[in-house]
């Protein structure tokens, strides 16, 4: 259902809107997500509703993916002046308007990362128009968005997070480079206690990399796995062999705790 809400457009297709959950946002309409949110007020309610209900005050956050910073600035508002959010997106296209959101709300405590993380260092060329999934919406918004590519900065994340590992909720949303993060997020993981990881599940965008031996890793480090369904719906337990089994085009939105 949209919901009109109040904006300011400032130039250059971009609106100045406040969020349902609080934080002003500028918003790039060229981008579908974007709109989605311009029209909601928020993005996929049932996985926004429980990373709001997981960042405390104090809190460290990963925004893994974090596209325009809609999760990056509800978790600088939940985690306050005293927590930390560090947000990693290569895209350049999104790199300004999160800075702009970021400074009007007053989040100094945002770090934005201009990187893909991967399993090296060094560049990448990525496609930087146009995402946000394949619906019609999305098709309509290439005729006036078109497809571009941009060589990009690749890093690892431990290597940017140096010697402070301490994280008590991650977000990670990065379109089939799960597996290349794998071993560096592991790290922070033995580096921390109890943490709660919210995660994009798609594995047939992994590249042939099995999801059974990767999500084994977290079962193995403690952690039970939920599925959040899109419909609202109850979140419940799924099993090793659910995740290794899932092949759909449909991405399942996985809530991970420990501890």
């Known amino acids: 259902m949209f919901d009109y809400r109040p904006h300011v457009y400032t130039g250059d297709h971009t609106i100045l809107m406040d969020?349902?959950?609080?934080?002003?946002?500028?918003?790039?309409?060229?981008?579908?997500?974007?709109?989605?949110?311009?029209?909601?007020?928020?993005?996929?309610?049932?996985?926004?509703?429980?990373?709001?209900?997981?960042?405390?005050?104090?809190?460290?956050?990963?925004?893994?993916?974090?596209?325009?910073?809609?999760?990056?600035?509800?978790?600088?508002?939940?985690?306050?002046?005293?927590?930390?959010?560090?947000?990693?997106?290569?895209n350049p296209f999104h790199h300004r308007n999160l800075l702009k959101s970021a400074s009007l709300n007053g989040f100094s405590n945002v770090q934005l990362h201009r990187v893909m993380l991967s399993d090296s260092n060094g560049e990448e060329t990525i496609e930087t128009r146009g995402e946000g999934g394949t619906s019609i919406l999305h098709?309509?918004?290439?005729?006036?968005?078109?497809?571009?590519?941009?060589?990009?900065?690749?890093?690892?994340?431990?290597?940017?997070?140096?010697d402070s590992k301490k994280v008590d909720v991650i977000k990670i949303d990065i379109d089939g480079g799960e597996p290349y993060i794998m071993d560096s997020l592991f790290e922070v993981i033995d580096a921390n206690g109890k943490m709660?990881?919210?995660?994009?599940?798609?594995?047939?965008?992994?590249?042939?990399?099995?999801?059974?031996?990767?999500?084994?890793?977290?079962?193995?480090?403690?952690?039970?796995?939920?599925?959040?369904?899109?419909?609202?719906?109850?979140?419940?337990?799924?099993s090793i062999d659910q995740l290794a089994a899932h092949t759909g085009t449909l991405h399942w939105d996985l809530l991970l705790i420990r501890g």
């Not at 042939?208 to 609202?232: E, S, V």
């Open 19 to 90: 969020l349902t959950a609080g934080p002003a946002i500028f918003l790039d309409l060229r981008d579908p997500v974007c709109m989605a949110i311009y029209l909601t007020g928020g993005w996929e309610p049932w996985l926004e509703a429980a990373f709001l209900s997981q960042v405390q005050p104090g809190m460290t956050v990963l925004d893994i993916g974090s596209h325009c910073g809609f999760f990056t600035l509800l978790a600088a508002k939940q985690a306050g002046p005293l927590g930390k959010v560090h947000a990693f997106e290569p």
């Open 139 to 162: 098709l309509n918004m290439l005729e006036i968005n078109p497809v571009t590519h941009t060589t990009v900065r690749k890093a690892v994340l431990t290597d940017l997070l140096g």
């Open 196 to 238: 709660t990881i919210f995660m994009e599940y798609l594995p047939m965008l992994w590249g042939g990399h099995a999801p059974r031996p990767i999500m084994q890793r977290f079962i193995d480090k403690g952690f039970t796995i939920f599925n959040m369904p899109m419909d609202g719906s109850p979140t419940h337990p799924v």
